[in-house]
């Protein structure tokens, strides 16, 4: 009996032992075929600021540019021809971050770097908006923030190794979303308050110059110093260094590289300019093509390295920009020329200033030199991030708007049209003039299948365009089909209200501006 007793327990503790095997094994071969994330992001970047057409043909602009590595992302992955962000960088970095739509953050505008520094400029007719000036927080009790789960903080639990490297830009400073170690991230390379950096020139210390260091100096980057290193250089050799660690230590990671360009200031990266003189272009025009070709030269340095460290069949890369391209506003040449075919620009919700350049490299699944024309929104990033690590356990503090790209990444056959992705500006930004000639300045917008509808605020009139026929927005269609733009706008309204989105309060009147649901539509 007392034989028979120790032999139970010896097969007693064998089979816990072989099941504990088992289960470290599972988790060894889970951690192992988890794939690496990488955001490729851009600021500033219009949709036509490349050699990629995302348009159906190829359009002068495509010409203008040199972008192969981009040309070389598209070969090996998907295409999306109808990417959306929000009109500006700070709301779209947000809602990136947290799933959350700009409705409902309650960040509709770009964040000073100061603390409790509006940005709105003065209107007479709309009082000023109390939005959340200081963007996202880890905490309740930060004033005017918003308090959310970052999809970071849920991938560094769930074992990933959390990266970001260039433009933070989530909350102001002094406040928990000035630092990206408090959303989540292990690393943290240049990242701060400032929503572009005082200078790309290393020689001029990316801004920190003695007795003149302003806020939009940028941190972290000494070694550089004077080394004749372009911001966007610096900002590469850096990422590239940071996924040595978890490249060594065979750990999934994420990384955010998210680069200052092309944001103002323009300034020549002098690697590329020279061919931009060449041809023909001024001045502004000139470095912007540099700064756009060094952020190319970035991508692909980024790619290289993934080959050589034999980590890139088992590495997801998106690239995104935060916000469309410049229109006029810091530009030469002429009004909404910028971003042609598409209307307007930065900071308006025309097609111009919200609609971007997305790739998705997925090796393996997303199928190569494929187009995927389904409307994606960044919201869209942050269930699609969860699932690509594999992430069950997805409680979130706060409700997400986004949907998983995941199914039409693995089949673009499937459609995503009869969802309403909201673009939402009551905020004022530039001046009058610029307001009626770029339409910026309190819009609302709803991209719904075919159909954009544009709300704007200031004398409450909506807009309808077919999209399938009308990419530049000229042709109004509001007046001659109110059963739609009366639909759309019931949809925009709803869906605004049920995100608790905040509405420009006329000074004369102390009352919100009407949603568009509450229009009369004859």
């Known amino acids: 009996m007392k034989t028979t007793l120790k032999t139970y327990k010896l097969i007693q503790h064998s089979f816990g032992v072989l099941l504990l095997l088992i289960s470290l094994n599972a988790f060894a071969q889970q951690k192992k075929t988890r794939p690496n994330i990488i955001l490729f992001l851009v600021d500033d970047m219009g949709i036509m600021d490349t050699s990629v057409p995302f348009c159906a043909e190829v359009m002068p602009l495509n010409k203008r540019y040199h972008t192969p590595n981009m040309e070389r992302l598209a070969r090996q992955g998907m295409k999306f021809t109808n990417a959306y962000a929000q009109p ?86 002094g406040t928990p979303g000035s630092n990206p170690y408090n959303l989540g991230f292990m690393v943290n390379i240049a990242g701060h308050s400032a929503g572009h950096p005082q200078s790309y020139l290393s020689e001029q210390r990316y801004g920190n110059l003695p007795g003149k260091a302003q806020a939009q100096a940028v941190p972290d980057l000494q070694e550089y110093y004077n080394s004749g290193t372009f911001l966007t250089e610096a900002l590469t050799l850096e990422a590239k260094k940071a996924m040595e660690t978890p490249i060594a230590r065979k750990e999934p990671f994420y990384l955010n590289l998210a680069h200052y360009a092309v944001h103002v200031p323009l300034m020549a990266d002098k690697r590329f300019v020279q061919s931009y003189y060449d041809a023909g272009l001024d001045s502004a025009e000139a470095k912007y093509a540099s700064m756009v070709e060094g952020m190319d030269k970035s991508l692909g340095d980024i790619m ?84 690509w690590a594999g992430i069950t356990d997805k409680k979130t503090i706060q409700k997400l708007d986004g949907l998983s790209l995941v199914p039409t990444l693995k089949n673009p056959a499937i459609k995503l049209n009869d969802r309403p992705l909201v ?88 009352k919100p501006v009407s949603f568009p649901d509450e229009l009369t539509i004859k």
């Open 88 to 173: 500006v960088c700070t709301p779209t970095r947000t809602s990136l971050l947290t799933g959350m739509n700009t409705a409902r953050t309650h960040i509709t505008n770009w964040t000073s770097p100061n603390k409790n520094e509006p940005t709105d400029a003065k209107d007479e007719q709309f009082a000023p908006l109390n939005w959340n000036i200081n963007g996202l927080s880890n905490t309740t009790n930060t004033e005017n923030t918003v308090y959310a789960t970052t999809f970071p903080q849920l991938l560094k639990k769930a074992g990933y190794y959390t990266i970001h490297v260039g433009k933070a830009h989530w909350g102001s400073m």
């Open 304 to 387: 290289d390295f993934l080959t050589e460290k034999g980590v890139a069949e088992n590495t997801i890369i998106v690239f995104m920009s935060d916000n469309g391209g410049l229109d006029a506003h810091g530009r030469g040449g002429a009004v909404n020329t910028h971003n042609f075919p598409y209307r307007s620009g930065k900071g308006s919700v025309y097609e111009g200033g919200i609609r971007e350049p997305m790739l998705v490299k997925w090796p393996g699944v997303a199928k190569t030199q494929s187009i995927n024309a389904n409307p994606v929104i960044i919201d869209d990033f942050f269930p699609t991030m969860l699932d």
């Open 423 to 510: 673009f939402h500006y009551p905020n004022k930004w530039t001046n009058e003039k610029e307001e009626q000639l770029l339409g910026i300045n309190y819009y609302s917008a709803l991209r719904y299948g075919k159909w954009k509808l544009i709300y704007r605020m200031r004398n409450q009139a909506l807009e309808l365009y077919d999209l399938s026929k009308d990419i530049s927005e000229k042709n109004d269609l509001a007046a001659s089909n109110p059963t739609e733009t009366k639909k759309l706008a019931n949809i925009l309204g709803k869906t605004l209200k049920e995100r608790g989105a905040q509405m420009p309060v006329v000074s004369s009147t102390s």
